[in-house]
Each structure stands twice: as C-alpha cells, then as structure tokens.
C-alpha cells in the first residue's frame, strides 16, 4: 500500500505544483485566474470527448516510443522526426493502392514502421559504435527529416486545383480503418486505429515484463556494468532498443492518416514528438501511466481551444502549464524518492534493534 502511495503521490505532486504557478503567472498578468480553470475543469461535451481520445492515442503512441528509450536510459528526442518520414512513406505506400483493401494498410503500417525503425536505428548505431550522444545525433535527424520530407513531398505531391496546399495521393478509401462511434451526433467518432494503439500498449508491457528481452533492457539501462558482467552484449541492445522506439515512432501519425486527413500534406499536424518526452516522464514509462499523462495532456489541449473566445486568455497558457508539468515533475519523483528511501532505512533499523527482554529472562 505504501508503494502504492508514493507511486501516484508523485504526479500528484507535480500536478498541484504546476496548477499553483500556472495560477502565478494568470494573476501576475491580469488575467482572470478563476474563469480560466473553470473553463479546462469543465466537462467536455461528447465531440469534444472524441477530440481528447484521438489527440490521446497519437501522443500515447509518442509517449511509447519515447518511454522504450528510456528505459533503456536512452533519450530519444528524434521522435518528432521519425514519426514525421514514417508518415510520409506510409501515406505514399498508401496512396500507390499497390495491394488491395486492407492488405494495403497493412503494407503501409509495416513500411512506417521500418523506416522510423531506420531512423532511429542511425542514432542507435552512432551511440554503440562511435559513442555519439543519442540526444545530439536525433535533434539533427529531426531537422534532416523535416527538410528530407519537405523535399519529397515536392516530388511526390499531387497538387490540388485552386489550392496552395500540396499533399501525396489520397489513400483509396478500402483501405482506410473505419472511425468508432461514441454517440450518435456529429463528430462523435474516434479513430478506429484505437485497436492497434491498445495493442501496441499491451506489447510493450508484456515484452518489457515478461521476456528475456525486456528484462536485459531493463537491466541494461539500470547498470550497464552490471549488465556487462551478466554477460548482455549492450552494443546490441543499445541499436535494438532504438530500432524498437523508432518503430513505435512510426506509427504515431497514422491514426491521423488513415482515420482523417487521408494523405500526407504541408498541413499535416506537427510537433507530437516532443509532447511524448514530457508524457512518458509524466507516467514513469509505464503503459498505464503514459495513457494517463496522454489523456492529461489530451484533456489540457482540448479544453483550452475556447479560452480566447469565453475568458480573452491565450490557449497557450496550457503550454505553460504543460511545461511546468515537465519540470516539476522529475523534482517530485526525486523527493518522493527520498523519502521512500527514508521510510526503507527506518524500516531496516526497527527490525535490527533487539527487542528488550523481560526482567526475569535478563536475570536468568
């Protein structure tokens, strides 16, 4: 029960922190401090509902594949640009229709996948063999990816009349996945791509927890000395744990792809990546935690649209909020560290004192 405790008292912490200096800064600019958290506290109405689980599942996906790093003690920060060129490749696969129905979709998944794969895998190989930080060799292949896809996407593109806006084939609509529907009004549908991202979930707990695989991973990213000396090839598992967060990163712009826009274009949503180093910190990179940090975050984003037009407050308050998240959240972890370790060592030390004998037993 205690663990329990300290387990949630974490991002509890770091959730009343980074409501206290939110509420700082909206009172130090005049800003109605009262009107803006009753508007991102307010129940979402059903479409809106819609809006979160969908923004969720993408930065759930993102918060995987950044959590694989991690535990790994690895920092993939190249997720925004290995979901980037997964998309690409997926949409152009996609919209080629080189198999039919779903065969396509499926084609398409795999080949997102094995670029991010890819990717990821050059930052992955650098960092083994040469010892190039994993942090500098992804921020550059972030930049490399966004100029790479911007220059194929010229190639590729199929230019619509009347329009400045550029975009790859549209996938055939057999092979798009179908939304779910939540209710019967419009917009209350979610991505049916919802399958797949539970799927990925439940594969990264069970590869992770229950496999010699996952245990090595873990073991390697705990001590990578003590992993040596167990006999773990870590060159190894330093490329295999990136090939596998780049795969998950390849899959983070396909609920979008096959369940709305259709194609891949210049208006094609940017910037998840990052979001999913934040979420998978938020959620210890355990699977349900990251889908809470996902929703959270989800729930913050949805929420905030309003606040220009109904409180005269910028949405990007929530930036800040989610920012403050970030940083107080790696603090609360350490305190609640501490104090875990605390509570260990007063434990040790009642069960190594001698208990006092009865007076006759002392005699005796």
């Not at 399958?195 to 996952?214: D, E």
């Amino acid at each position: 029960m205690t663990k329990f405790v300290l387990a949630i008292s974490a991002p509890l912490l770091a959730l009343a922190a980074a409501f206290v200096i939110t509420s700082i800064v909206l009172a130090a600019a005049g800003d109605p401090v009262l009107d803006v958290w009753k508007q991102i506290l307010s129940m979402p109405e059903r479409r809106n509902v819609a809006n979160i689980i969908d923004n969720a599942m993408v930065l759930y996906l993102s918060g995987l594949a950044a959590a694989v790093g991690f535990r790994m003690n690895l920092f993939n920060i190249g997720v925004d640009g290995q979901y980037r060129i997964a998309a690409f490749t997926a949409a152009v696969v996609a919209g080629e229709a080189w198999l039919p129905g779903y065969l396509n979709t499926a084609l398409a998944i795999i080949c997102a996948m094995a670029v991010g794969a890819v990717w990821a895998g050059i930052a992955g190989v650098l960092r083994a063999t040469r010892g190039v930080s994993e942090v500098i060799s992804t921020i550059m292949l972030n930049a490399i990816a966004t100029a790479l896809v911007a220059y194929l996407l010229r190639k590729a593109s199929v230019r619509v009349e009347g329009s400045n806006a550029i975009g790859t084939k549209v996938i055939p609509e057999g092979s798009r996945i179908p939304n779910i529907s939540i209710g019967s009004g419009p917009g209350q549908e979610i991505y049916g791509f919802v399958v797949i991202v539970v799927l990925v979930g439940f594969l990264y707990w069970f590869v992770l927890n229950k496999t010699r695989f996952g245990f090595n991973l873990r073991a390697t990213g705990r001590s990578t000395t003590a992993a040596t000396a167990s006999g773990i090839n870590i060159t190894r598992m330093v490329v295999l744990a990136m090939l596998i967060s780049g795969a998950v990163a390849g899959l983070v712009g396909l609920p979008i792809l096959f369940g709305d826009s259709y194609q891949y274009g210049s208006t094609f949503q940017s910037g998840l990546g990052f979001a999913g180093i934040a979420i998978a910190l938020l959620g210890r990179n355990h699977p349900i935690g990251v889908a809470v940090g996902a929703l959270l975050f989800a729930f913050l984003n949805e929420q905030s649209n309003p606040l220009q037009i109904l409180v005269g407050v910028s949405p990007d308050i929530v930036a800040i909020t989610q920012g403050t998240i970030v940083l107080t959240v790696v603090i609360s972890y350490e305190i609640v560290r501490r104090y875990g370790v605390r509570l260990e060592q007063q434990a040790v030390a009642k069960a190594l004192v001698p208990e006092p004998r009865e007076p006759e037993e002392a005699n005796a």
